[in-house]
């Protein structure tokens, strides 16, 4: 019977039995680099919903036990696990996607390490046979009834009203056969994702004179202009003088707005006129984005204290907190796994902890644990989380073993969300360490 786990994104691994792969088992890195390539644009589309609306809840990933113990081989929701590992460190998939993918990438990587997802709920399977059935109605189009069965234009539009939430595009089209532009035939198409795209950009709207606030079109401008300006990007649509691949992206979108004529505001933001429905204008609080506290972008905060002594440990120490996580992934993975084994063994060597050179990490880990606990330097609380290290079950034992393949593996790629959760987890431990 198949289970609801709440697993971090850190501890997945993309399935390189994947069917979106041309050759199986080519290696995690690989895997990613070949899956970016075939998502092209549509990585950074699903990198920007995930940014926007993080994961579907709807559909939960699919995931199995694999061999390494503590981590997930996820059998459906690879291209969601690609997307978060380009949004986590873009440049794993730099050479498999175009510069403007990438580009794109770069500038949602900053904003999704602001709030990135620490974890998420999975479906956890037994085995790949268990999940099989459920991938194949999934992929395999309706199968008379039983997969899932995409809706029309209809049913979409009837979603749409229904939930008292129309689309911009909508709107806007409403708007257009409201001021006579258009007739209700006219505004039929399929070229109204491509307008909706193109309505959710704010340099498209301002350059239209619209507005939106709380899912609303609004006009700012005089009504006449900004339907005479939306009528030609209409007229471009139905024409094909613009085409899905001409404003597919943020960039090109804002490209195509500033070739248009700009319609100038002619009312302040939170007063416009409704689009949709007309009538005086409306009186609002102007829409401002919520500020999310940054996320730090070095290992060790700066309110961390750690005793280290001068000489290399301190150095070690201060570089750690001056190096980008985001810019420097691969440095700070391999300088934390030299400063936690050096820590260790400073510690069991000062205090009688007997370890050698074959001693593992987790061993050393463990023992200085152990010692602090007894001599009281640290409580049960404050020692939980470096406990959960020596759990060979648990989120951080596949990273003792995820911080040597940093140093040994030229495949294994760190994120600087794993990173800082680690860090985060140990500090109580690593301060204690320190401060005796």
Known sequence: MAETETISPAVLLIDEQNPRLGEPNVGQHKAL??????????????AADIVQYRTDP?????????AERGRYVVLEGNRRLAALRAIENPEVVADSVKPAVLKRLRSLSKQYLENPIEEFDCVVVKNREEAHHWIELRHTGGNEGAGVLRWGSDEVARFRARGGKS????QALDFLVRRGELTAEQRRGRWG?????LLRNPVFRE?????????????????AASAKALKR??????????????????????????????????????EGIP????????KRAATRSARTPGVRDKLIPPDCSLNTPEGRMRNINRELRRLSLETHTNAVSVLFRVFLELSLDTYCDSHGIRINDRTPLVSKLRGALDDLVRHKKVTEAQAKAARMACQMDSFLAPSVTAMHNYVHNPHASPSPTDLRATWDKLQPFMTALWAS
């Open 33 to 46: 680099q070949e899956l970016a390539d075939s998502l092209g644009p549509k990585l950074a589309i699903l």
């Open 58 to 66: 709807s559909s939960l990933p699919i995931v199995m036990e694999a």
């Open 167 to 170: 689309s911009l595009g909508n």
């Open 193 to 197: 994702s491509t307008f909706e795209r």
């Open 207 to 223: 350059q239209m004179g619209l507005e939106m606030g709380e899912g609303k079109l609004y006009v700012v401008a005089d009504e």
């Open 233 to 270: 990007v209409v007229t471009d649509l139905t024409a094909k003088r613009i085409k899905v691949g001409d404003v597919y992206l943020k960039e090109q979108i804002e490209e195509y707005a500033t070739k248009q004529p700009k319609v100038v505001a002619k009312r302040k933001p939170g």
């Open 275 to 282: 689009a949709a429905e007309g009538g005086p204008p409306v």
